[in-house]
């Protein structure tokens, strides 16, 4: 066993002394980060202001205050591709919509919650928007989600207190409170954790009639596409496909024949350069802050260690089919630009183009992308 713990040491050090393969590493950080700022310039929030009027003289009641500071809390709960921003001023929040600075602004007035009890809600709500502004409408929505939110909870809450069952005679306080509290907290559990409605916008341009009959975790996987991650796992899987001249050199020149069988030794020679690709993408990943979820770094090691087990077997399959030096050399870059095609690396075809469904399954990138491990 020592043995082989050394040979796969000297391995380990003859990889690294290579100059092109230092160079291929500092570029995939260069490369990595450069598409991590793209990344997130891609993603970045569309800034949406809010102002709800004072009450002119007077003070706010209790139950209005309460409702609009909850109102408020729950634009910024729903905030994805929207950043909810509150002005105190309604000329400050003009002027940030003509400079551009915002997307568009709402306007509310501060006794809404009882405007939509007695019904003289229509026209209550001011909107400021630029022509350019393209989030309007999701913007829009977004408000009467919060607005129709506050509003279902407190009809509900009204509703519980008023049924029959809560007569005075057959009900204590104490016990209208205790279920009251409990059906509030029902209703919290089941309607507002986002498990019976739910609107996402993921800025996607998936047809949803193109996979009719999918479910919801297939169709958010068939729109989705991992840039950052995309460029890691085709830089891996490149190392591996290097892996393979070295080991063909190392046959010609039977260096290992007396150590281990061929079969071993072109495993590890594929194993070895993932390792140092591998170990830079776990910390490119770590520091953009692409590692979340549960499990956190534990479970991307686990799925990259996943990953890197299918390139060994994958680069084995291509030694055994391309049965020269040559044949392997110009199927790297071949199959290196056909896993950037066929994987959801900057658009997943396999949503316009059927074949691609297909496709896209011969490669190993694939289902590292797709979390299938």
Request: glycine share 6%.
């Amino acid at each position: 066993m020592k043995k082989y713990l050394i040979w796969f040491s000297l391995l380990m050090k003859r990889m690294i002394k290579i100059p092109a393969f230092v160079l291929m590493l500092a570029g995939l950080l260069i490369l990595t980060m450069a598409v991590s700022k793209l990344e997130q310039g891609e993603r970045s929030e569309s800034a949406v202001g809010v102002m709800i009027e004072a009450k002119a003289g007077q003070d706010l009641s209790k139950a209005q205050e309460e409702w609009n500071q909850r109102f408020i809390s729950l634009l910024y709960e729903q905030e994805g591709i929207l950043a909810f921003q509150v002005y105190e001023n309604k000329e400050m929040l003009m002027q940030a919509v003509e400079k551009g600075e915002i997307d568009c602004g709402f306007v509310m007035p501060h006794d809404l919650q009882d405007r939509i009890n007695e019904g003289t809600w229509q026209g209550t709500i001011i909107l400021y928007s630029s022509s350019e502004s393209v989030v309007t409408q999701i913007a829009k929505e977004r408000i009467a989600s919060a607005v129709f939110t506050l509003y279902s909870e407190e009809s509900y809450v009204n509703y519980v207190e008023n049924i029959s069952d809560f007569d005075q005679t057959q009900t204590s306080e104490d016990g209208r409170e205790e279920i009251i509290a409990f059906a509030k907290s029902a209703y919290e559990s089941h309607l507002l954790d986002g498990s019976t409605f739910s609107l996402i916008y993921n800025g996607s341009s998936y047809d949803e009639s193109r996979s009719e009959g999918a479910d919801d975790s297939e169709r958010q996987a068939a729109a989705d596409v991992f840039p950052l991650r995309g460029v890691l796992a085709v830089c891996i899987f490149l190392s591996g496909m290097c892996g393979l001249l070295v080991d063909w050199k190392d046959r010609q020149e039977k260096r290992f024949q007396r150590i281990v069988p061929d079969w071993i030794a072109t495993m590890a020679n594929v194993f070895v350069p993932t390792i140092y690709t591998t170990g830079v993408s776990l910390a490119v990943l770590f520091c953009t802050n692409q590692i979340t979820g549960p499990g956190g770094i534990v479970r991307e090691l686990f799925r990259l260690l996943i990953f890197q087990f299918l390139i060994v077997v994958y680069c084995s399959i291509i030694r055994l089919i391309l049965r020269k030096q040559e044949l392997v050399a110009a199927a790297i870059p071949i199959l290196t630009l056909a896993c950037m095609i066929c994987c959801p690396v900057w658009i997943r075809l396999a949503v316009y183009v059927p074949v691609f469904r297909i496709l896209e399954k011969l490669f190993p990138a694939t289902y590292y992308l797709l979390g299938v491990f």
